[in-house]
């Protein structure tokens, strides 16, 4: 009987056995060897069903689907505003990947050829026939040069109070033709043959070169942390002085240096008469002699549609109207006054004077030999004092230090602060008072000084 039911077992799990390998369907060759085809793009994805119980099927066909995209050549024509950059491979290679992520979103009529999945994975194969594509990106690229030509028309429309519109359009226009920056798109213009995306960006760099930024200012004076007093002007006017209105309206400036960092009202527009004012709020740079430069701001011109890098590149590569401020930055002057003690006794060397003269050197201070010649008194007193032992043959020190701080112009004291009863610990209690100096220098560093810096450079 047991033989008999050992024997029923076997046959039992046989016959399952095979019913299942039947069902399951056999794994096709495309799993193992990927799909080549000169008449299709193809794409097979694949996604782990363990690492992704629950969407594996959505994860295999964004594979597939990027896998598909992956065979679409990116070619530049020789006509093309790109061609002049093939060489660089940085902007070549964000090109591609422009024309690949539009590809991505925009691709359709793709078909799914097979899908097949085990209990570990899932895989799918779709295919896209080249000449649906090509076809269709014709359709498309036609419909966005209409738009793109409907935009110049409205732009060469404006006048020239309308300057900033007329540039929006045409940066409108170049936008609808983004996907296409590297094709070859002819059309026809005033009686002539062109390539549309170099007219368009040809044009609006010759209306930036009629443009003039100048400043009645040539040189600004200050110091480093320190705002400057008085806001300046900038004004933007077309060079052609024979034009009604000369003046440049609502133009947005930015204003920055070179090799440098400055806080303030840094972006701003022309008003009506097409004048901007700026302000420096702080100058951060310590070099002597820096040049500040004014500029037209393209970022902010570009703010009309959603642009790819690539785009943004060429229009950021345009000659922008400029004009320039000699900025003369010297030093804030600080004059110490220190007195530090240990014992009640005084020091070869001040801990706390080297501390905070490295870091106020460090931020674009001198410090200078006189009160007369300085913008800021900086005063300094501490001692310490023995303890006793506190175990074994272990002493005990304590410090305490006060600083404060004094504009000289308006003689008024403008920060105040100290340290108390900083411990100190050594064998012996001179010792126990420089090591209660060592510690009480971390604590100047971290509590006392960031304020200290702050009303420096703040008032």
Request: contains cysteine; aromatic residues 10%.
């Amino acid at each position: 009987m047991k033989r008999f039911a050992y024997i029923f077992f076997i046959a039992s799990t046989l016959l399952v056995a095979c019913k299942s390998n039947k069902g399951m369907k056999a794994k096709p060759d495309w799993v193992y060897n990927r799909p080549t085809n000169e008449l299709y793009y193809v794409g097979v994805g694949i996604a782990s069903k363990i690492n992704n119980p629950f969407d594996y099927q959505q994860i295999a066909k964004k594979n597939a689907l990027n896998d598909l995209v992956s065979e679409i050549k990116v070619t530049v024509s020789a006509n093309s505003v790109l061609s002049q950059f093939q060489d660089n491979k940085q902007f070549k290679q964000q090109f591609e990947s422009d024309v690949k992520i539009t590809a991505l979103n925009t691709i359709e009529e793709f078909n799914v050829v097979d899908s097949w999945e085990d209990k570990e994975y899932f895989w799918i194969y779709y295919r896209l026939s080249k000449e649906e594509f090509k076809d269709i990106r014709r359709r498309k690229m036609m419909a966005a040069v209409e738009k793109a030509e409907n935009f110049f028309e409205q732009s060469a429309s404006l006048t020239r109070e309308q300057f900033l519109q007329s540039i929006r359009l045409r940066i409108k226009a170049l936008a609808a033709l983004q996907p296409y920056l590297g094709e070859d798109i002819q059309t026809t213009r005033n009686g002539k043959h062109v390539f549309l995306v170099n007219e368009l960006l040809n044009s609006i760099q010759d209306d930036l070169y009629e443009v003039r930024l100048n400043s009645a200012i040539t040189m600004l004076n200050g110091k480093v942390g320190k705002p400057i007093a008085e806001p300046f002007d900038v004004k933007a006017f077309f060079r052609d002085s024979s034009v009604s209105k000369p003046s440049v309206p609502y133009l947005p400036l930015y204003a920055y240096i070179d090799q440098g960092k400055i806080e303030g009202s840094l972006q701003t527009e022309t008003d009506q008469a097409g004048i901007a004012s700026f302000a420096i709020a702080k100058i951060l740079d310590k070099s002597p002699v820096q040049t500040l430069r004014i500029a037209v701001d393209m970022n902010r011109m570009m703010r009309v549609d959603s642009l790819n890098s690539t785009l943004q590149t060429l229009l950021l590569s345009l000659d922008v109207p400029s004009t320039n401020i000699r900025m003369n930055v010297s030093p804030i002057k600080v004059f110490m006054v220190s007195s530090e003690q240990n014992l009640s006794k005084g020091m070869s060397s001040g801990y706390f004077e080297s501390v905070v003269k490295k870091l106020l050197v460090a931020d674009g201070c001198v410090f200078v030999s006189t009160a007369d010649a300085a913008d800021y008194v900086l005063r300094l007193q501490s001692n310490t004092k023995a303890l006793g032992v506190i175990w074994g043959k272990m002493r005990t020190a304590s410090l305490d230090m006060n600083l404060s701080l004094t504009e000289c112009k308006r003689n008024i004291e403008i920060y105040k602060n100290g340290l108390h009863e900083i411990k100190g610990f050594q064998t012996t209690d001179e010792n126990a008072g420089i090591d209660a100096y060592i510690t009480a220098c971390d604590h100047l560093k971290l509590r006392i000084y960031p304020t200290l810096n702050k009303e420096l450079m703040s008032n």
